[in-house]
């Protein structure tokens, strides 16, 4: 059974959907493990992972919009505002969604259904560098 | 360590929550894996799991309910509306609920508190077949 | 490759988001293993895990009163009310955060961002003994 780490810088340019599947799948081939568990965790409060269709553009648009009015950036009274009127609402919208994501490795790839991709979900307004943490298992 | 991997599938019959823990408790058995971790993925974005209460089926039907409310299949305009009403809000349900979920094995079974079930929740109207994939690992 | 598990009790008084990253960091001690992954896992379905901001705990106060208002005790009528008004709101929160977190561990510590803590969300109103189990895989 082996193990294997990488820590991935994501670079964001305010709030959208970055698909990291390609990045998430060059770790699992720099691991040389072909059948395990890929744990992906993202160190920030502010930002998240989500797994979703990777087909239609509409739908993370959709994803978006729906976020955008369940946990609305004004006309809320928020106590903690001093980082900005997005800051708060990125907490909420991390806490809906996901800080990890576990998928199977089989035959030396992410196992994930044919309409399945992963996404980093950057809520905030302006660029940020993300780290995304991979811990691989298996052999 | 031994790893054991199984794909199960799961006949749904439309909107409804499907208590899949006996089929994932035969895949743990399959394994003959006594102490480890049992990850449960779904590979659909319009299905998803949770885990909850398994007695009064009243719980289930207030979830369904609750969700019907917060994220409907009318009145919202839609960009990606062409797979059907009912297609996006499963998306977006499947984003508020999980794509997996990882259960810790002790004594060669699911450690799941007393009230505890893992559901696969169908949020398409129509029947689907399901693909869920398990990875086991352990001793 | 080694393997270690645990049951640790939090003591909750009523709705309160109680950080238990110390209480895993122990159990991750204790478990001697520095490099792997950290499942931890609440065996209830009326109290959740979220891992969230540390600093500011008016992020925590906000978070509270979102959820307070996303699923509301009264003005629903929920089938499952036998067990108190505060009951079905609890289960529908819990499935909308999480029951179990997966962390990296690496130098023998949990690796989390800068402003990242781990939270048991009690939602019941009422105080509760809450079982979390960890396991713990790696070298």
Known sequence: MKMYQEIVAIK????????????VMTVVKN????????SVFILHTSASLI?????DPDVLADLSNFFSKLVPEN???YLHSAEGADD?????????????????????KLLLG????LYLWEHRSRSN???????IQGE
């Open 12 to 23: 964001t340019s305010g709030k959208c959907l970055h698909k990291i599947t390609p990045q």
């Open 31 to 38: 691991s040389g493990i072909q059948t395990g568990i890929c």
């Open 51 to 55: 797994i979703q269709e990777n087909a």
């Open 75 to 77: 006309g809320v009274d």
């Open 88 to 108: 708060m609402p990125s907490h909420i919208r991390s806490i809906l969604t996901s800080t990890s994501e576990n998928i199977i490795i089989r035959n030396g």
């Open 114 to 117: 044919t309409w399945q991709g």
């Open 129 to 135: 560098l993300r780290q995304v943490a991979i811990h």
